[in-house]
């Protein structure tokens, strides 16, 4: 994995770089990102980057060519281990901790590494079980930081999702960074840094890992996914910075949809109170089927809020899709502060009732004369 290969967080790999060109290698980080975002990519483009021998002063990046890079490219490196949350499986009835799942795990993270703890545990046929990185963990990881390291200049252990760790496993964790091996490297990535213990994260050097911008996520999208660019908009928008959730939509089954403009016929219909039309548009909903029918009202609650945010000033919104700049500009006069809240309302409420089988047609006119309604009030 290269720092290259991650779109965007430029900020923060220029200060993992810096970290260690200047020789200042922190021996515990905490890269703390939403579910979906690059934390585990630029932990793993950092443990690459810091064993790297091919590595010219200076440089920005790894090699990619070396053998310590291409050991670590495939997860195969003796000095680059993993803790993870696992659990009892079909394969592994007894016993579960991290090395029993290093051949699952591989795979997983060289197929996509935006992936979260659901995609996890379904990798491992985990069925409805939780995972969590237990106490018997806590000997292996002690057994394994006793060792010193077999190739490479520092020891690195990645610790995946710190917070499902057993209370024996957390308090392993911080007598370990209370003390460190020499030469060892810990790199905890969380989503959730703050179910930790204080006291391991008063002992780690803090990573912030942002959700990606939406244009810099659409131009990841249309430049490395090949999506056609509203498509890579549509997605982009829908996934609100969280690489994992674009790259699943993207890479999802079934029909392409152009959500913008069912949502612009939707609100002209329900403006100019076209209730025939409105039964035609229900019909039109209907056959989406309920996945595509949440996704296009997520979707649209992002374009109210574009719509509303340009009506209160136009520079809170400063990248708009081409097909989005118009209607959004004439929009904005009818969606206003006195009417935004019930209007969000509405379209939340129709998705908790599709989410839950309601009868997609009736949930769709029942929420169209009540938009009608709300857009005469602005």
């Known amino acids: 994995m290269r720092f290259a290969d991650i779109p965007g967080n430029e900020e923060v790999k220029r200060v993992l770089v810096q970290s260690v060109q200047r020789q200042h290698v922190a021996h515990a980080q905490l890269f703390r990102g939403a579910e979906g975002s690059a934390a585990l990519a630029l932990a793993l483009a950092y443990a690459a980057y810091l064993n790297c021998e091919g590595r010219v002063p200076q440089a920005a990046d790894s090699c990619g060519h070396c053998a310590s890079c291409q050991k670590i490219d495939k997860l195969i490196h003796p000095?680059?281990?993993?803790?993870?949350?696992?659990?009892?499986?079909?394969?592994?009835?007894?016993?579960?901790?991290?090395?029993?799942?290093?051949?699952?795990?591989?795979q997983f993270v060289l197929e996509n590494p935006y992936q979260g703890l659901n995609d996890w545990m379904q990798h491992i046929g985990a069925d409805n079980k939780q995972g969590s990185i237990s106490k018997e963990e806590s000997l292996q990881l002690l057994r394994l930081v006793?060792?010193?390291?077999?190739?490479a200049r520092y020891?690195?252990?990645?610790?995946?999702l710190p917070e499902l760790m057993h209370p024996a496993a957390a308090n392993a964790v911080l007598k370990l960074l209370e003390e460190p091996p020499p030469a060892t490297v810990f790199l905890l990535v969380s989503n959730a840094p703050e179910q930790l213990l204080p006291?391991?994260?008063?002992?780690?050097?803090?990573?912030?890992?942002?959700?990606?911008?939406?244009?810099?996520?659409?131009a990841y999208l249309r430049d490395q996914r090949h999506l056609?660019?509203?498509?890579a908009h549509q997605v982009a928008q829908l996934a609100e910075g969280s690489l994992g959730a674009a790259l699943a939509?993207?890479?999802?089954?079934?029909?392409?949809?152009?959500?913008?403009?069912?949502?612009?016929?939707?609100?002209?219909?329900?403006?100019?109170?076209?209730?025939?039309?409105?039964l035609g548009k229900s019909d039109e909903f209907q056959k989406l089927g309920r996945e595509n029918q949440k996704e296009l009202l997520h979707y649209s609650l992002g374009v109210l809020r574009k719509v509303l945010l340009f009506g209160l000033d136009a520079q809170l919104v400063p990248h708009l899709a081409a097909g989005e700049q118009q209607f959004v500009t004439g929009f904005s006069k009818f969606v206003t502060p006195?009417?935004?809240?019930?209007?969000?309302?509405?379209l939340n409420d129709a998705h908790y009732h599709i989410e839950r089988n309601a009868n997609p047609r009736m949930v769709f006119v029942d929420t169209s004369l009540r938009v009608a309604e709300l857009l005469r009030q602005a």
Request: charged share 25%; proline share 7%.
């Open 199 to 218: 006291t391991i994260i008063s002992r780690v050097q803090p990573i912030v890992v942002r959700p990606l911008p939406e244009a810099e996520l659409t």
């Open 79 to 106: 000095d680059l281990n993993f803790i993870l949350p696992v659990t009892t499986t079909k394969a592994v009835p007894k016993d579960a901790v991290s090395s029993k799942f290093a051949g699952e795990w591989r």
């Open 155 to 160: 020891k690195t252990v990645v610790i995946w």
């Open 146 to 151: 006793s060792l010193t390291a077999f190739e």
């Open 249 to 278: 939509a993207a890479t999802a089954s079934g029909q392409d949809h152009d959500y913008l403009t069912f949502f612009i016929d939707w609100m002209r219909q329900c403006y100019g109170y076209k209730v025939d039309k409105l």
């Open 338 to 346: 006195r009417n935004a809240d019930p209007l969000t309302r509405e």
């Open 228 to 231: 056609p660019e509203a498509k």
